[in-house]
C-alpha cells in the first residue's frame, strides 16, 4: 500500500466544517423541540380553561 500524505489545514479544515454544520443541525433540532414544547404547553392550558373546574355548577 501506498503512503498516503494529509495536509493538516485541510483536514482540519473539513473538520470545522463538519462540526459547524452539525451545531446548526443541534441548534435547529433543538429550537424546534422547543417550539412544540411550548406549542403543547400552550394547548394544555387552553384545554384547562375550557374544562369545567371541579365543584363548579353542572348544567
Not at 11 to 32: D, F, R, S
Amino acid at each position: 500500500m501506498k503512503p498516503i500524505n494529509y495536509d493538516f489545514s485541510n483536514v482540519q479544515n473539513l473538520l470545522a466544517t463538519k462540526i459547524a454544520n452539525l451545531e446548526i443541525q443541534l441548534a435547529n433540532e433543538q429550537a424546534a423541540r422547543q417550539a412544540i414544547v411550548e406549542y403543547a404547553e400552550s394547548l394544555e392550558k387552553k384545554l384547562e380553561e375550557l374544562q369545567p373546574k371541579e365543584g363548579g355548577e353542572a348544567e
